[in-house]
């Protein structure tokens, strides 16, 4: 089905001056671009959208992470987008991702790990409206 994902190239893989790069590989794999800015974002935007973790014994770590530098927001449109943008990151420790994805050529540890991805359908949707406007996504 045709499906719409959130993608965030990370305050490393930015800093490494890897967005083309990474963008080439959505390209190539069919997916487009349907809405893109660069931010820093604020602590609080940065807690809100990890909002799911809080718990967890990582969440400050991640949040001061995503904080660092700026990132780079983008949504994604095409065939199984969730997905296919999941196969390109590989696994969220990028020792243990597959040769060829994101994460195991550019990510260094399971924190600066290059990039971030909606898991699911429902997410996405949820993600995308935490960042852009309705409008200012554009199907295309
Ligand atoms: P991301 O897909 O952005 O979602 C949450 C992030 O938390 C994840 O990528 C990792 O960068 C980070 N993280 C740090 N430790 C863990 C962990 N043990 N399990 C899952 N995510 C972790």
Known sequence: ALERTLSIIKPDAVAKNVIG???ARFEKAG?????AKMKQLSRKEAEGFYAVHRERPFFKAL????ISGP???TALE???AVLAHRDLMGATNPKEAAPGTIRADFADSI???AVHGSDAVDTAKVEIAYFFAATDVLSR
């Open 21 to 23: 790069e990474i963008y």
């Open 31 to 35: 997916l487009k671009i349907v809405a």
């Open 63 to 66: 949040v001061d992470f995503m």
């Open 71 to 73: 990132v780079m927001i």
């Open 78 to 80: 095409g065939e199984n």
């Open 111 to 113: 924190d600066a790990n």
